[in-house]
């Protein structure tokens, strides 16, 4: 399913339009977001993130270990662009939009972007736009994989934690039955002496 998914995705912002790509790349982005949410707050069922802005749930995200601090810049970056297209019928997407973008862009970001590779900064716009959505979701679904694994790594640690002490108190509690057994019958034979 996830390879489906993936297809789709590189499908979408591999669109010729930019104003396509910045559209689908954006609702990308977004559902990713909200994966990330129903797996990171601790009781999602009781929220709607459907009706949290794009803003909101990305510093939702961050606030909870989804998304790096300084990589927040770049995704509300991404936001604008996408207002500045879908509430305005005469607004059009330019290079100084992608130039501005990369500006937000996180050291991290700008690398695994590969905005700075001659084989992508040297080609003209947007092909640079398609390589930051890409890094961004990418990030977006690694981050989400690391978190679920840190969960189960937690869990399996707890309950290692949880074998290891029933363990120690099965032993303790046969040490006292011996100790016990012991003490009985060392009386047994200190009375029988006597």
Same mark, same amino acid.
């Not at 991404?78 to 996180?106: F, G, Y």
């Not at 011996?178 to 200190?190: F, L």
């Given at each position: 399913?996830?390879?489906?998914?993936?297809?789709?995705?590189?499908?979408?912002?591999?669109?010729?339009?930019? +104003?396509?790509?910045?559209?689908?790349?954006?609702?990308?982005?977004?559902?990713?977001?909200?994966?990330? +949410?129903?797996?990171?707050?601790?009781?999602?069922?009781?929220?709607?993130?459907?009706?949290?802005?794009?803003?909101?749930?990305?510093?939702?995200?961050?606030?909870?270990?989804?998304?790096?601090?300084?990589? %927040?810049?770049?995704? +509300?970056?991404?936001? &604008?662009?996408?207002?500045?297209?879908?509430?305005?019928?005469?607004?059009?997407?330019? &290079?100084?939009?992608?130039?501005?973008?990369?500006?937000?862009?996180?050291?991290?970001?700008?690398?695994?972007?590969? %905005?700075?590779?001659?084989?992508? &900064?040297?080609? &003209?716009?947007?092909?640079?736009?398609?390589?930051?959505?890409?890094?961004?979701?990418?990030?977006?679904?690694?981050?989400?994989?690391?978190?679920?694994?840190?969960?189960?790594?937690?869990?399996?640690?707890?309950?290692?934690?949880?074998? %290891?002490?029933?363990?120690?108190?099965?032993?303790?509690?046969?040490?006292? %039955?011996?100790?016990?057994?012991?003490?009985?019958?060392?009386?047994?034979?200190?009375?029988?002496?006597?």
């Amino acid at each position: 399913m996830a390879e489906a998914k993936g297809s789709k995705w590189l499908t979408d912002i591999n669109a010729e339009s930019p +104003l396509e790509l910045v559209m689908r790349g954006h609702l990308w982005i977004e559902s990713r977001l909200i994966d990330l +949410l129903h797996d990171i707050v601790p009781f999602p069922d009781r929220i709607d993130f459907d009706r949290f802005t794009f803003p909101q749930k990305v510093a939702l995200v961050a606030a909870h270990g989804g998304l790096e601090g300084d990589d %927040v810049a770049a995704y +509300l970056k991404l936001n &604008s662009m996408r207002n500045k297209v879908a509430h305005r019928l005469d607004a059009a997407l330019s &290079s100084e939009d992608e130039v501005a973008l990369i500006n937000c862009l996180s050291a991290s970001l700008r690398h695994s972007s590969m %905005v700075d590779d001659p084989s992508v &900064s040297s080609k &003209s716009w947007p092909y640079s736009l398609r390589h930051i959505m890409a890094a961004m979701i990418i990030r977006l679904e690694h981050r989400h994989k690391e978190l679920l694994r840190a969960r189960e790594d937690q869990r399996a640690l707890m309950a290692e934690v949880r074998r %290891v002490t029933h363990e120690l108190r099965t032993e303790r509690e046969q040490r006292e %039955v011996a100790r016990s057994a012991t003490s009985k019958a060392t009386a047994s034979e200190v009375s029988g002496q006597t």
